[in-house]
């Protein structure tokens, strides 16, 4: 089934070639307004016909074709035949950051530059500095960015690790008895750069454990051995490894490949390791090996090394948030700004999933790329939002309530892009960086500690602006930014998008330590982005985030009652 995501991308890939072989500018303007406006589109695009295509904005009878030909054919004749015209590398050149069509065209057609190991030489000479229209600190930027994405080479975010991981396991189960997930994987790791299964198998197959693998599973000969496969799958590359263990050592094993090894060298009151233990005769479950050990279970997730010891020791697991513990969804979006559904959609959906509150957070003016709200316009979300409240609790039953948020732009000096007035009109305000990412350690903290301190910061959003796998957060000083917000009565995000999950769990302990609630907000931009949660829970109970220090754990009479309050303290 062809999907709107790869509809969208095949013509946004389509529209940046044709840029780069000087197509004519008209159709390139029509191909990208139409992937504007798709991108937001909510329908069915295969199961549309051409009438019903050229109803949706921004699109044409001629983009419209083009569409029905990627349903039909998975592809675009154009596309391919742009693609024939353009090296590889220079299509590998687009994952830069920094870097748009008209750079990438200059550095093939003028400097002759076709490749990233050729731009990367030619940053690290000086020559690529010397070019027209790049400079030192273009070449100084563009070299990080090439170098970060090497080191992430062969990696996926957890979401699409799990996705896989899934898709590879129900493959297994068709040639192994058992086939569990173990590794990064079960320990909910936000990347993964390899994938790792356990099989076992009732009858052994007398030519080898692995010999009746799909073409699909390719092996490394070289690195394998008789009770270890080693390989990729399909054309993923990430790593992928199967070990085959006896039924009986299942439980064992599966332990010892989802923790990582200072987890399981810890040593007990006795001088004994978990390994040890673990290695013993009749062990059947994994909370046996705690028990024997002398401490409760610790979940998978925090089998890392990095407190977990000391945390069990404090709590209970029971203490840690879940699904089941979030009474609300704060931080989304609307087709006010760049969200795909419109307010009444998010709220309904919201509250058909049982959740008590919805906390709006459109963005702000200055976010021009992302239809950010006037004045007006944010006057006119609010009469909305009255009118919707009283519309959802029309029929009597659990109390709903839209709350009156914004995702406030932090900017370059460190000051919220509304006056004061307009901010004191919001139920909570999410601060946000979104722009000038390149500043040093000192001077992107000090931008930070001023919207922290600026009495009408509620939550303080994706604290880093980290995008996994393709941008380094910009620097911060941790300790610094989170006792601010200690000290200021301010929340800080878990922003549960996949593509973020920042806060970074590591510094999840610091915060409750200084009294610092966490949200795990979604970022949603569309009704199924309320699902990232999950993945935000993943990694804040990988952080030991406990249900009474999560913020959107609060019910609707308690966190009306918290906002209240800030609000009294602004007056």
Not at 222 to 247: C, H, M, Q
Not at 387 to 392: A, H, R, V, W
Not at 460 to 479: A, E, N, V
Request: a negative charge.
């Amino acid at each position: 089934m062809v999907t709107n995501e790869y509809i969208v991308e095949t013509l946004e890939l389509t529209a940046k070639l044709m840029e780069l072989h000087d197509a004519d500018e008209f159709r390139i303007r029509a191909y990208t307004n139409a992937v504007y406006y798709l991108d937001k589109f909510t329908g069915d695009l295969a199961g549309m016909d051409l009438t019903q295509l050229t109803q949706v904005q921004g699109v044409g009878k001629t983009v419209a074709g083009k569409v029905l030909e990627i349903v039909t054919t998975g592809t675009l004749k154009e596309l391919q035949d742009l693609l024939t015209n353009t090296p590889e590398g220079v299509i590998d050149m687009f994952k830069i950051k920094g870097i748009g069509v008209k750079k990438i065209k200059v550095l093939w057609k003028e400097v002759g530059i076709d490749n990233i190991n050729d731009l990367q030489i030619a940053c690290e000479n000086g020559t690529l500095g010397k070019v027209k229209g790049f400079g030192g600190k273009t070449q100084d930027s563009i070299l990080e960015s090439i170098v970060f994405l090497q080191s992430q080479a062969g990696k996926l975010r957890m979401d699409k690790a799990e996705a896989l991981a899934e898709t590879i396991a129900a493959d297994l189960k068709k040639y192994f008895s058992k086939a569990e997930v173990s590794g990064q994987v079960r320990r909910k790791n936000e990347i993964v750069d390899s994938l790792l299964f356990l099989v076992t198998d009732e009858a052994p197959k007398a030519h080898g454990f692995f010999t009746h693998l799909p073409e699909s599973f390719a092996e490394n000969p070289r690195i394998s051995s008789p009770f270890t496969w080693r390989g990729k799958y399909l054309d993923n590359k990430i790593d992928l490894e199967i070990r085959f263990v006896p039924a009986s050592q299942l439980v064992q094993k599966q332990f010892i490949y989802s923790a990582d090894i200072s987890h399981l060298k810890h040593k007990n009151e006795q001088g004994k390791t978990l390994m040890q233990i673990s290695a013993a005769q009749g062990i059947s479950t994994e909370e046996e090996i705690y028990e024997k050990y002398g401490i409760p279970y610790i979940i998978p997730e925090m089998r890392e090394g990095a407190g977990e010891f000391e945390w069990i020791n404090n709590h209970k697991n029971e203490d840690l948030i879940t699904w089941q513990g979030l009474k609300g969804i704060l931080h989304n979006h609307s087709t006010y700004s760049d969200g795909r559904h419109s307010l009444e959609q998010m709220a309904r959906y919201c509250q058909e999933l049982g959740f008590e509150y919805l906390g709006i957070a459109d963005h702000s003016q200055s976010a021009q790329y992302a239809s950010g709200l006037g004045v007006h316009k944010v006057m006119q979300q609010h009469t909305e939002i009255e009118e919707l409240n009283q519309k959802l609790n029309a029929g009597g039953g659990k109390p709903f309530k839209i709350l009156k948020g914004i995702e406030s732009d932090i900017l370059g000096d460190g000051s919220l892009d509304y006056p004061d007035e307009v901010l004191a009109t919001f139920d909570f305000v999410v601060a946000s960086v979104h722009s000038n990412l390149n500043m040093t350690e000192a001077r992107a903290t000090e931008r930070l500690l001023k919207a922290i301190e600026n009495p009408y910061t509620t939550i303080l959003g994706h604290p880093t602006g980290r995008l996994l796998l393709s941008r380094q957060g910009y620097p911060i000083d941790y300790k610094v930014v989170i006792d601010s917000c200690a000290a200021n009565g301010v929340v800080i995000e878990i922003n549960a998008s996949p593509y973020r999950l920042d806060l970074d769990w590591r510094w999840i302990q610091y915060a409750l330590e200084k009294g610092v609630r966490l949200s795990i907000n979604p970022d949603a931009h569309e009704m199924d982005g309320y699902m990232d949660m999950h993945y935000g829970v993943a990694v804040a109970r990988k952080g030991g985030l406990t249900t009474s220090m999560t913020f959107n754990a609060l019910s609707l009479a308690e966190i009306e009652a918290f906002l209240a309050q800030r609000k009294q303290r602004v007056k």
